[in-house]
């Protein structure tokens, strides 16, 4: 059957070949530390999952350590220039646009097909993996047509993904770590802490009084952790299940789905969604470091506005 762990292999031997590309390039004079860093962001994907909670943790204070002492430095991966992209971009025109479609495309479609395929009686994905193994394969496909038609070498898709992960940086791993934060958070019973200290502020004594604490607190919440996905579990177990679930018999499918877009209109405004919001202005060289931001807090506040309206009218339908 394939799952997760697959996926997590693939990744996890992207991540290998970004760490020894990276030792490789005496250009970075801090190639080690690079290496060091994706290499051990490979181990937590391929054997994250076998070596424990402590060597995990120890995992993650010497991803920590590298980064904060500034460990991590800008390599010279093999690419191609300037002028021969520019020259590639003018032959292919908008079939450049093609691999960038097949992945979503081929998601959608395997994320609706695979939990039903068979092989010998048994599932051949996971149901609950199937969006993953999607995802996954669609980018393989988008390869797999990428390389013939821009006439590039089997490398080029590990030399740029090392050029994008040296200039993400740590970045690049800070959704997986928020999402992180927000079980541990769940786990110590944060949740119910919020939700104590938001009952005694804000009376929620009506369902729209709860939806509102609770888009507005997805959003708030977000705001300061970084990612929706962080702060979900702790503002469901504060508000979302024991009030506008089990008190006023609200939907549960609809106040989940809609309680994540709600977080991320907190995603949009803040700066601690570094990897959406710092650093697109740092690979565009845009001066103004909150450029990003800017355009976007117009459109976070409406849809703020439009997300709540959905919850009340739709979570509470009999």
């Known amino acids: 059957m394939i799952g997760t762990g697959q996926v997590y292999a693939l990744v996890g031997a992207m991540f290998a070949?970004?760490?020894?590309?990276?030792?490789?390039?005496?250009?970075?004079p801090r190639r080690w530390g690079n290496a060091a860093f994706w290499g051990l962001v490979a181990v937590s994907f391929?054997?994250?999952?076998?070596?424990?909670?402590?060597?995990?943790?120890?995992?993650?204070?010497?991803?920590?350590?590298?980064a904060g002492l500034g460990g991590l430095g800008q390599g010279a991966?093999?690419?191609?220039?300037?002028?021969?992209?520019?020259?590639?971009?003018?032959?292919?025109?908008?079939?450049?646009?093609?691999?960038?479609?097949?992945?979503p495309a081929v998601s959608v479609i395997g994320s609706l097909t695979l939990k039903s395929l068979?092989?010998?009686?048994h599932a051949l994905v996971a149901a609950k993996d199937a969006t993953v193994v999607s995802?996954?394969?669609?980018?393989?496909?988008?390869?797999?047509?990428?390389?013939?038609?821009?006439?590039?070498?089997?490398?080029?898709?590990?030399?740029?993904?090392?050029k994008l992960?040296?200039?993400v940086g740590w970045a690049a791993l800070l959704p997986q770590a928020l999402a992180a934060l927000g079980t541990v958070f769940a786990a110590a019973g944060v949740g119910q802490v919020v939700g104590g200290l938001i009952g005694r502020a804000v009376p929620l004594d009506t369902p729209f009084a709860a939806v509102c604490a609770y888009t507005i607190g997805m959003a708030l919440f977000?705001?300061?952790?970084?990612?929706?996905?962080?702060?979900?579990?702790?503002?469901?177990?504060?508000?979302?299940?024991?009030?506008?679930v089990h008190r006023f018999h609200g939907d549960p499918a609809v106040m989940g789905a809609i309680g994540m877009l709600s977080g991320f209109c907190g995603t949009l405004v803040t700066p601690m969604a570094a990897n959406f919001n710092l650093v697109p202005v740092a690979l565009l060289e845009i001066p103004d470091r909150w450029a990003v931001i800017r355009v976007q807090a117009p459109t976070a506040l409406v849809l703020l506005i439009v997300n709540t309206a959905?919850?009340?009218?739709?979570?509470?339908?009999?």
């Open 222 to 244: 977000t705001v300061v952790m970084g990612n929706a996905f962080a702060a979900f579990p702790v503002m469901t177990a504060a508000i979302g299940l024991p009030l506008i």
């Open 46 to 66: 391929l054997a994250g999952g076998r070596i424990g909670g402590f060597a995990n943790g120890l995992l993650v204070i010497a991803l920590a350590l590298i």
């Open 135 to 162: 995802l996954a394969l669609g980018v393989i496909a988008a390869l797999a047509v990428a390389l013939p038609m821009l006439k590039a070498p089997l490398a080029a898709p590990l030399q740029e993904g090392r």
């Open 17 to 28: 070949a970004v760490a020894l590309l990276s030792a490789r390039d005496r250009e970075n």
């Open 165 to 167: 992960m040296d200039t």
């Open 310 to 318: 959905l919850m009340y009218f739709l979570a509470f339908r009999a």
């Open 118 to 121: 068979t092989l010998g009686g």
């Open 77 to 103: 991966p093999a690419t191609t220039s300037p002028a021969e992209r520019e020259a590639s971009a003018q032959r292919l025109g908008d079939r450049l646009f093609l691999p960038t479609l097949i992945v």
